[in-house]
């Protein structure tokens, strides 16, 4: 497995905006929009042209390079990676968008699937999940072996923060999974948590508790 964390100043100012308690959701969601845009320029840098003919300005045909493959789908994770989709989209317009959802099962404390929308011919395409805490893993996993399920072969995670327990637990499951993170974290505190984090990324991007 690649982890590939973006190491730019830009990013490293913006990830302490979302780390500072007094930034309201309004801003938080901006910054992390803006952050998902910084992470997915790096993440598509392997997209691969190919050569067509264009109607130049002057009236005479070109050779260009353009993207002629499917579109990506992205998959934005319920419920917080919801907020790191009109980031991607401000990149790539044309990507289709999964949806898929997960809750916790209170028992056995495993991801259990509640929703999931995929795109036409996801498995055609290539998959960008959208989670931007790579906390334990589990879910960000579950993911993963849901789309290899349906037959995709190509899966990057863009995510804004990530624990190594979170990486670890991608190694060993996925280990040709690419993880994009902006920064890679401390490790996990005994509720889950990311330290030092940024606090429930859902509740901060949609001002719930
Ligand atoms: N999910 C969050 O939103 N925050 C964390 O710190 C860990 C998981």
């Known amino acids: 497995m690649t982890v590939r964390p973006v190491s730019h100043p830009v990013i490293t100012h913006k990830i302490n905006m979302l780390r500072d308690a007094g930034t309201r959701p309004k801003d938080f969601r901006q910054i992390v929009t803006e952050v998902t845009s910084l992470l997915t320029y790096e993440a598509t840098r392997d997209l691969e042209l190919e050569t067509t003919t264009i109607d130049g300005w002057q009236g005479r045909k070109m050779e260009v390079e353009m993207f002629l493959e499917e579109d990506p789908s992205i998959v934005p994770v319920f419920r917080a990676g919801i907020g790191m989709q009109e980031g991607f989209l401000s990149i790539i317009p044309s990507a289709k968008i999964s949806y898929i959802g997960y809750y916790r099962d209170e028992d056995t404390l495993e991801p259990q699937l509640y929703y999931a929308k995929l ?15 790579l906390a334990t893993g589990g879910t ?70």
């Open 119 to 133: 795109a036409e011919n996801v498995h055609l395409r290539r998959n960008y999940v959208l989670d931007p805490m």
């Open 140 to 209: 960000t996993s579950a993911v993963c072996s849901m789309l290899k399920k349906a037959g995709v072969k190509s899966i990057k995670v863009l995510c804004i923060l990530a624990a190594p327990e979170g990486l670890a637990r991608m190694k060993a499951d996925h280990p040709d999974v690419e993880i994009i993170p902006a920064v890679v974290d401390d490790h996990l505190n005994e509720k889950g948590y990311i330290m030092p984090g940024l606090g429930d990324a859902g509740d901060r991007l949609f001002g719930t508790k």
